[in-house]
T-cell receptor, first 114, second 111 residues
Framework: DADVTQTPRNRITKTGKRIMLECSQT?????MYWYRQDPGLGLRLIYY???????NKGEISDGYSVSRQAQAKFSLSLESAIPNQTALYFC?????????????FGPGTRLTVL | QKEVEQDPGPLSVPEGAIVSLNCTYS??????FMWYRQYSRKGPELLMY????GNKEDGRFTAQVDKSSKYISLFIRDSQPSDSATYLC???????????FGPGTRLSVLP
């Protein structure tokens, strides 16, 4: 089973709709991240969370909100979707301490806003 | 100027070729350098991880960091069709600090 899962994998929606993307992890990591990926721009950080009570804005948080429901769950919401939010969205986790500086990514959600 | 620059490709090479992928960056505070590989319709996976300057080798892969030139490279020897993917460089200033990613280079290794 995948350690980091994202639902849905694909979503098509209309401008103005509210959308929630969900991420769950079984790695036991405290840190969780949401990125978006656009061609030519790479991965850009939207929000990140170091634990359930610690939520931080990333590089491009405008138009997005997040909720850390539990250590294992981190959701990304688009309150009123717009076409330029069409992108590939990735959730990632990272352990707080230890030998690894690695982030583990989910499989991604492809979001299209019409 | 973007903080991390990377030639987007696409780069096409014949099987068995040596591949060189590169990133340049502007922030001299970066100390941790990573290469991620991303297959189509998948999330990125860590391929190589290097701290500070120098070389690191793992099988057919070698990562080089030249902090004086703000330049990092990934070399793939004896490239295989299974190496066809997008390669993302990433870097951070400190352990546990957020990564900055390059835009990725799409590589195709032709049989």
């Amino acid at each position: 089973d995948a350690d980091v899962t994202q639902t849905p994998r694909n979503r098509i929606t209309k401008t103005g709709k509210r959308i929630m993307l969900e991420c769950s992890q079984t790695k036991g990591h405290d840190r969780m991240y949401w990125y978006r990926q656009d061609p030519g721009l790479g991965l850009r950080l939207i929000y990140y969370s170091f634990d359930v009570k610690d939520i931080n804005k990333g590089e491009i948080s405008d138009g997005y909100s997040v909720s850390r429901q539990a250590q294992a769950k981190f959701s990304l919401s688009l309150e009123s979707a717009i076409p330029n939010q069409t992108a590939l969205y990735f959730c990632a986790t990272r352990e707080t301490s230890g030998r690894s500086n690695e982030q583990f990514f989910g499989p991604g959600t492809r979001l299209t806003v019409l | 100027q973007k903080e991390v620059e990377q030639d987007p490709g696409p780069l096409s090479v014949p099987e068995g070729a040596i591949v060189s992928l590169n990133c340049t960056y502007s922030n001299s505070a970066f100390q941790y350098f990573m290469w991620y590989r991303q297959y189509s319709r998948k999330g990125p996976e860590l391929l190589m991880y290097t701290y500070s300057s120098g070389n690191k080798e793992d099988g057919r892969f070698t990562a080089q960091v030249d902090k004086s030139s703000k330049y990092i490279s990934l070399f793939i020897r004896d490239s295989q069709p299974s190496d066809s993917a997008t390669y993302l460089c990433a870097m951070s200033a400190g352990y546990g600090q957020n990564f900055v990613f390059g835009p990725g280079t799409r590589l195709s290794v032709l049989p």
